[in-house]
Structure formats: structure tokens, C-alpha cells
């Protein structure tokens, strides 16, 4: 068969002229590109552009009295012009092309009225002709000054853009400003009044001047400024961020919000605005509600009305707690054992019968703790015929631990639970003494009393010369129940245990933890400079004991979220040679930005966990392991930082040495505290399984911080899995069922998050419980499967139910319909729109999730709380009106 060949057959033209590709082309592509397109006009916009032309060519002709009718002209038919959104208004499409001459006419007229008034024309001509010289500013400077928003909203936007840029512009000129200022404050109120509260926000937070907008705010736009600023405030830097607060502040209080002014108070951990909002409140009931609010945020005011004290003290947290478990049905105790639940675990090789353990006891002892905790009820410490029986199923310092528990059970009931405690202080055995001192600080966690009794009891037993372990745990007690009161008694105590020489490392560094928990983040001075001496003094082999790293935590604990406050601290840590000063700075830096989301500080944290440091030849690489601590620490709170951080940890974990291995998982746990979220748990399941034993430990320990007090179903699924798969490793299973215990912790009623009120407040209490319990992690064999598993209970200050109570006017507890579903960030949206999603409707009291948010569902009632969260006080609404049904 012949093969056929392709031909190419040439065509002529229609006309018989050459071929097109024989022809040079006239024009390159680019001028083709540049080339105007030829618009076919329409007869009426021939006729405008004509008229158009014809009015410019009037005003370069000499007769001034010509020049205003046409300018009149000029600017009805911009002013009348109409065009879709997309599209520019006709009038200054055909203006665009005799900008330049217009430009020329203004330069050579006089100075007068009608100057003035062509200036006006080309501002408004400007925005379509930007060449980078911001004419739409400089023409409206020069203008007539007529109201901003005579030529419309998309002018005044763009008129706030130059404004900025020329601002900026004249900042690093170090010029004049005033004049833009001024314009500025005449832009502002146009935005407020026409829905564009964020646009007045972002000009004036570039020229520095967000203080004005108190002035401007009025009834309708107060809300949505306030949340705008607030949502901006993570984004900002110091001073700034404190500047957008206190405008915040300013303006909730120029409304009578006192509720929503406390709140932003409390970011700012302003103790004396605190105090002065709290003492210019008169309504009775919502000062009632400021009460309650500064309780769940452990704050302290003075007032000398006992109702008000009582709301303060938390005194009847333990009432309510109670309250909700009666309504929920869960006051019936639960053994270890129901944790566990070994029958759905998979079943053990022949012959590993379950031993009665000391380990796997003092196992039981802590779940037994935290599942029950608050309830006062529990089938191992408070039967009725109970003889402290439990107590010697345990070890040595595991009677510790076990005394101690009683503490965790009876929490917030002071009055019940020093009876309970009372008979184990004056045990023979030193442990159940210990535990028992514990257990008194415990019980009072979150709580004041006004007769002290931690005080009285703990301060006997600081001086106790026969027992470390006595004063240990008087001094540990302490720090719990007095965490974030900052009370100088307390200091007078503590402060020589530091400053003595000749005591031990342990207590030193215990007394020094206590003060940072109690003082945390009022950076007190002689505190700070005490425990700074103590460092410079020690000698070398006991700075390098593993209790070092509580003394540096007392240390960053009393920096937390201060900021830029900590520079001196972090100068005079660079005196102390020994390798605990780089850990201590470490720490002192994450804690001072704790919660900020400060950029800047993440990536120095990532920077240290870079260097790759020898441990084999004595350098110590543990400031890694508190730097990958401090990444989560500083992320927390901002769902991108977050979000980013995580997406830092899977680097680390696959590229990073032992030291910042095992501190990883920590890190996600503190960073999703009390939030399964899914991909966090697929993660720490990998790592639980890891070859280095102490990355598995921690992340173990982690996925129960994750699960805390939500009895995720996925988590109690994993955990039994790793007990059946870690059955012969008695450590491993140690840390599982403590996991289990976290997990189930309230049996599903409380929260470790220091996260509150719908996210927006970070507790420094909360974060001082769970760096306790992390940095004592990070030493995991030493610390918690050595002797100090107590410090387990270091918890208990992050420690809050996860409620949802409605009380009347009686502060009696009230049922009310709230709707509870997803959280929706509606910040700056338009309109007034949906706050949650996906919600079903109960009835209070009710429990909520971290990502959710409540609202009432019914208009019978007034919240005097603006979240609803924790305990809200309900009033009638005077204007409500029943529906009639057919």
C-alpha cells in the first residue's frame, strides 16, 4: 500500500493579495496590547461626552463669570451619574483623558471661590486617574471643603486610603501631620454613621489616634466598634494593644456597659480600673453579676456588703457545682474501675493476671480523684465505714498522693472537707501528714474564705525541721489555694525559704513556684530580685538538681503575659553562669508573652530549638524543651497562630532532637486543652506509640489533657487500647490511667482550658496550674514516676466546671431555654448576623464544649451578663409580652 503523504495547500486571499503571514505586521504584540480599544458610544453618551468637552473647553476661555454655572454643571451630572457597582460612572470615564488639562486651568487661575470648587472636581477626578500622587488628598486639602460625603461613600473610602499613605509618607519625613489628622476626624464620624464601623477603625489605628473615636460612637454603632477593636487587639503591638483596650473600656463605660467594660478590664489586668468600674456600679444586680464574673477569673476586689464578698469568694461555687450534677444525674461516685472498663480491653497474653499493685493503686488514687472531683463522694476515700483503708494500699510517698486526693474530692467545700482532712493532719505517718497539708491547699483552690483557714493551718507546718516532705507540701498547699490572690503575708513567709542557703535545692525552688503562683503576672520586685540572688548564690551542683526548673518557673510565673516587662529580668539572668539561667530565660520569655501571639517571640522559640547541642559533652539542651512549651504558649488563643503551631510541631517531631521530641506532645496538649479536636488526637496516637519512651509518656499524658473533662468516646477508645498494648510497662500504664482519669475528669463536667468566656480571656491561674504540671512532665521518670507524682494536682487551679447556670434575682437557680451551638466569629461582618450555628435548644443548667457559645432563646428574660457562661443572672424584661396561642 503507498504511503500517503501530508501536503500543504497554499490559498489565496479573498482579494488575491498576499498571505496574511507574508504581510510584516505593523505593530509589536505590546503595542497591540497598549493600544486603546475604540469604543462604539451610544448617540446619548456621544451627546455627554461632547457636553463634556465642551464645559472644560469653557473654563480655558477668559470670562470668569462663565467658570461657576459650568463647575455647577460639571458637578450635577457626576453627582447624577449612575452605573452598576462594577463600573466607573460615565461623567468620570470621559472626564479621565482631560484630567491634565483641568490640572493646568486650576494651576494657572487665582486664588478664589472658583479654584476651590474645581479643586473639588478634580479630587473626585483623581480617584480615577491615581499616578501615585494622591490627588485625590491634595485637591480636597486645597478644595472648598464641603461635607466629606457630598461626593459619596466610594470617595471617602478612597480619600481614607491617601490618607493613610500620605501619613506614613510624612512618619518617616518626621513632618507635620495635623492637618491630616484633622481630615481624618471628619472622615470618622461619615464611616460610623454609614455601617462602615471597620473602615473608621483601621484609619484611625494607622494615624494613631483610636482614642478619638470615644468622641464619635453613638447607641447604634457602640457594638460593633468595640468588637472590631477587640478582635484587632491580637494583632497589634505594645503600646497598641493596650492603647485599642483602653479605648474599648472607654466606650462600653460611656454606654453604663459595666459588664462588657469589666471584661476588657480583666485583659488588661488593670487591678485599679478593676476596682474603680466595680465601686461606680449602682444597680445592685448587675454588680452582682461583676461578682461573679471576677470570681470565675479568681480576682479579688474589696467591698464591704457580705452578698457581694460571698459572689466573689466563690463561696457557693460548690453549691452550684452540686446543683448540676443533681440536675444531670451524675452525684453517684464512679470507681476506678468504670474508668477503665478492662472487659473492653483487648484480652492479655496467659498469665498476666492483674496484680494488686502499689503503681497501679496509686494509679487508681488519681483517677479516683479526678473523676469525682467536687461531688464529695467517691467509693474509695469517704465510704461511710471508712478507716483510711485506701491509704495503706499505697506506698510511702504514695500515701501522699492518696491523702492528698481528699483534697480533689471535697474540692470547694472548705468547711466539709477540713472536717474530712482534719483527723490526717495529725497522723503518725509523715506521708499522710504531707498529703493531708496538700489536701487543705487543694480544697481551697479557687475559693476564699474570709477566716483563712489554709493559711492558719499550712504556716504551722513551714517550719517543721523534722519533715522536708512536711514543709514541702505546707509550702505547695500554699501556692494552690492562694494562686493569683498576690497577698503579702504570704510573701513575708515564703520569701526566706528562698533566700535561706542552707535549706535544700527542693524547697528553695517549691517556695519559689508557690510565689510565682500566688504573685502570678504582677512581676513583684523584691520577689523577682530575691529568687534572681538565690541563683547567683547556689552553688553549681544544686542549680543543676531537677528542682531548678520550678525555681525558673516561679520565676516566669510571676512575667505572665506582661510583655516588654521582663527585659531587666532577662538582662540579670545573663549574670548566672550556670546552664539553669538559659532554661529560666527560656521561661521567663514564653511566660511574659503568654497569649500574646506575638510572631516575633514564636520564631526566637523556633530559632532555639534550631541549634543542635552535644548533651553528650555536658552542654545542656532542656531551654529546647521549654522553648517548644513556650511556642504553644504564645499561640494560644489565636486560632491562626494556633494553627500554625501545630503545623511547627510536625516539623519538630520529625526533624528535631530527643529533648524537643518529647516536649512536642506537651505542647499540643496545652495548646488544645480540654478540645479533641480530631487530627490533634490521630496525631498524639502516633507519637503514644513512639520508640523513645518519654515522647510516648507524654503524649499519653497529653491526649488526656486534650480529652480532660469531656469524656470523649475516641479518646476512651485509645486509652484503652494503649493499656492493653503497655500492660507489662507499669510506667506506661501509670500514665494511661491517669490519662483515663483526666479524661473522664468531673465525669465530663469540668475543663482545663484556660480559655474562658467565649475565648476571650486567658485565666493567668489556669496557665500557671498547667505549666506546674508540664514543666514537671518534661523531668517525667525523675519527677512523676519518682516521688512527686503529686504534682499532678498542681491542676487543680485550671480546674472549673464547664457550666452554663441561670440564677433569678434571689440568686436562686432558675431553668430557662437557651440555644447552645458552634461559636461563629462575626467580627466586622455586615448586618447583624447569626452569632452561633447548627445550635439545638435545653434548658439550663446546661454543659458547653470549647468552641461553643450559648444565647437565650426566649425574650422573657434580660441576661446581665453579655456571654453567656458560667453563672448568669437572669432579669425579667419588663417589655416582654406572652404570646397568645390560638
Not at 454609614?194 to 489616634?209: F, R, T
Not at 474509695?380 to 495503706?392: A, K, T
Amino acid at each position: 500500500m503507498v504511503e500517503k503523504k501530508e501536503v500543504a495547500i497554499r490559498v489565496p486571499a479573498a482579494d488575491n493579495s498576499p498571505m496574511e503571514e507574508d504581510k510584516p505586521l505593523k505593530k509589536t504584540p505590546k503595542e497591540l496590547k497598549d493600544a486603546p480599544i475604540k469604543e462604539e458610544l451610544s448617540e446619548e453618551d456621544q451627546e455627554l461626552k461632547t457636553q463634556l468637552e465642551m464645559l472644560i473647553e469653557r473654563l480655558k476661555e477668559s470670562d470668569t463669570k462663565l467658570y461657576n454655572p459650568t463647575l455647577e454643571t460639571l458637578r450635577t451630572l457626576i453627582l447624577t451619574s449612575t452605573s452598576s457597582m462594577t463600573s466607573v460612572p460615565k461623567p468620570l470615564k470621559y472626564l479621565r483623558p482631560l484630567y491634565p488639562d483641568m490640572v493646568t486651568i486650576h494651576d494657572s487661575w487665582p486664588d478664589n471661590a472658583d479654584k476651590h470648587f474645581l479643586a473639588d472636581i478634580l479630587s473626585i477626578l483623581a480617584m480615577t486617574y491615581d499616578d501615585d500622587k494622591l490627588d485625590t488628598l491634595k485637591y480636597r486639602m486645597v478644595g472648598s471643603k464641603n461635607a466629606i460625603g457630598s461626593w459619596g461613600h466610594e470617595y471617602v473610602r478612597h480619600l481614607s486610603t491617601e490618607i493613610g499613605l500620605e501619613y506614613n509618607r510624612r512618619q518617616e519625613k518626621d513632618a507635620e501631620t495635623e492637618d491630616l489628622i484633622e481630615l481624618a476626624l471628619e472622615v470618622a464620624p461619615f464611616f460610623l454613621a454609614h455601617n462602615a464601623e471597620a473602615d473608621a477603625v483601621d484609619m484611625l489605628l494607622q494615624l494613631d489616634i483610636v482614642p478619638k473615636l470615644v468622641g464619635f460612637v453613638d447607641k447604634n454603632s457602640y457594638k460593633r466598634v468595640c468588637l472590631y477593636i477587640a478582635g484587632c487587639v491580637n494583632y497589634l503591638e505594645s503600646p497598641d494593644d493596650a492603647i485599642c483596650l483602653r479605648t474599648t473600656y472607654d466606650i462600653y463605660l460611656k454606654h453604663g456597659k459595666y459588664a462588657e467594660a469589666l471584661l476588657i478590664a480583666i485583659r488588661m489586668s488593670d487591678k485599679t480600673l478593676i476596682q474603680s468600674l466595680f465601686d461606680s456600679c449602682e444597680d445592685p444586680l448587675l454588680k452582682k453579676q461583676l461578682a461573679f464574673m471576677l470570681a470565675r477569673q479568681q480576682i479579688f476586689v474589696e467591698t464591704e456588703d457580705e452578698d457581694l464578698q460571698n459572689c466573689i469568694n466563690n463561696t457557693h461555687l460548690t453549691t452550684h457545682f452540686i446543683n448540676l450534677a443533681r440536675e444531670l444525674d451524675l452525684m453517684e461516685p464512679k470507681t476506678p474501675e468504670d474508668i477503665y472498663k478492662s472487659h473492653l480491653e483487648h484480652k492479655r497474653s496467659a498469665g498476666a493476671a492483674q496484680v494488686d499493685s502499689a503503681r497501679q493503686n496509686l494509679a487508681s488514687t488519681f483517677v479516683n480523684a479526678f473523676v469525682n472531683a467536687g461531688f464529695g463522694v467517691d467509693k474509695l476515700m469517704l465510704p461511710e465505714e471508712d478507716d483510711g483503708g485506701w491509704i495503706f494500699k499505697n506506698k510511702d510517698h504514695g500515701m501522699m498522693s492518696a491523702s492528698a486526693s481528699l483534697g480533689m474530692l471535697l474540692l470547694w467545700d472548705v468547711d466539709m472537707g477540713l472536717n474530712q482532712i482534719d483527723k490526717y493532719i495529725y497522723s503518725e505517718d509523715e506521708n499522710i501528714r504531707a498529703g493531708a497539708l496538700l489536701a487543705v491547699g487543694i480544697v481551697n483552690s479557687g475559693v476564699r474564705n474570709l477566716a483563712d483557714p489554709a493559711l492558719a493551718v499550712l504556716s504551722e507546718h513551714l517550719e517543721d525541721s523534722k519533715s522536708v516532705a512536711n514543709r514541702v507540701a505546707a509550702i505547695q498547699g500554699l501556692g494552690l489555694a492562694y494562686a493569683g490572690s498576690a497577698r503579702e503575708e504570704l510573701s513575708e513567709l515564703l520569701l526566706p525559704i528562698v533566700s535561706n542557703p542552707d535549706l535544700a535545692m527542693e524547697l528553695a525552688s517549691f517556695a519559689a513556684l508557690a510565689l510565682g503562683q500566688i504573685f502570678v503576672g504582677t512581676c513583684d520586685g523584691e520577689i523577682t530580685s530575691t529568687i534572681l540572688q538565690t541563683m547567683l548564690e547556689r552553688a553549681d551542683g544544686q542549680l543543676g538538681e531537677t528542682f531548678g526548673r520550678f525555681m525558673g518557673l516561679g520565676l516566669g510565673l510571676l512575667h505572665l503575659g506582661t510583655r516588654g516587662q521582663c527585659d531587666v529580668t532577662l538582662e540579670t539572668l545573663k549574670a548566672v553562669e550556670h546552664p539553669l539561667a538559659k532554661k529560666t530565660s527560656v521561661i521567663v520569655e514564653i511566660c511574659a508573652y503568654a497569649g500574646s501571639g506575638d510572631v516575633l517571640h514564636i520564631q526566637r522559640m523556633l530559632h532555639y530549638c534550631n541549634d543542635h547541642i552535644d548533651s553528650e559533652s555536658g552542654a545542656d539542651d532542656e531551654f529546647q524543651a521549654f522553648a517548644v512549651i513556650g511556642i504553644a504558649l504564645i499561640a494560644l488563643g489565636e486560632d491562626i497562630g494556633a494553627e500554625m503551631a501545630l503545623r511547627s510541631f510536625t516539623h519538630l517531631m520529625h526533624y528535631g532532637e530527643p529533648v524537643i521530641r518529647k516536649a512536642v506532645p506537651l505542647a499540643i496538649g496545652l495548646l488544645c486543652a480540654s478540645n479533641p479536636v480530631l487530627s490533634v488526637l490521630d496525631t498524639l496516637g502516633k507519637y503514644s506509640h513512639d520508640t523513645d519512651i518519654e515522647v510516648a509518656l507524654n503524649s499519653i499524658f497529653a491526649m488526656g489533657m486534650v480529652g480532660a473533662g469531656t469524656n470523649n468516646a475516641r479518646v476512651a477508645q485509645m486509652l484503652r487500647h494503649l493499656a492493653s498494648y503497655y500492660h507489662k510497662d507499669a510506667s506506661c500504664l501509670f500514665v494511661v490511667r491517669i490519662a483515663q482519669g483526666l479524661l473522664h475528669m468531673g465525669k465530663g463536667t469540668l475543663t482545663i482550658n484556660p480559655l474562658n468566656t467565649d475565648r476571650q480571656i486567658m485565666s493567668n491561674v489556669a496557665v500557671a496550674g498547667l505549666l506546674t504540671t508540664l514543666v514537671a512532665f518534661t523531668d517525667v521518670k525523675t519527677l512523676i514516676l519518682g516521688r512527686h507524682h503529686y504534682l499532678l494536682y498542681s491542676l487543680v487551679t485550671a480546674m472549673y466546671p464547664r457550666f452554663l447556670i441561670t440564677l433569678n434575682e434571689e440568686l436562686e437557680s432558675e431553668a430557662v431555654a437557651v440555644r447552645v451551638g458552634q461559636a461563629v466569629d462575626v467580627v466586622g461582618q455586615a448586618g447583624r448576623p447569626k452569632t452561633i450555628t447548627g445550635f439545638q435548644t435545653h434548658s439550663t443548667p446546661v454543659l458547653l464544649a470549647y468552641s461553643e457559645r450559648a444565647e437565650l432563646s426566649t425574650e422573657e428574660y434580660l441576661s446581665q451578663a453579655p456571654i453567656l457562661e458560667g453563672i448568669v443572672i437572669l432579669k425579667k424584661n419588663p417589655d416582654y409580652v406572652e404570646e397568645v396561642k390560638a
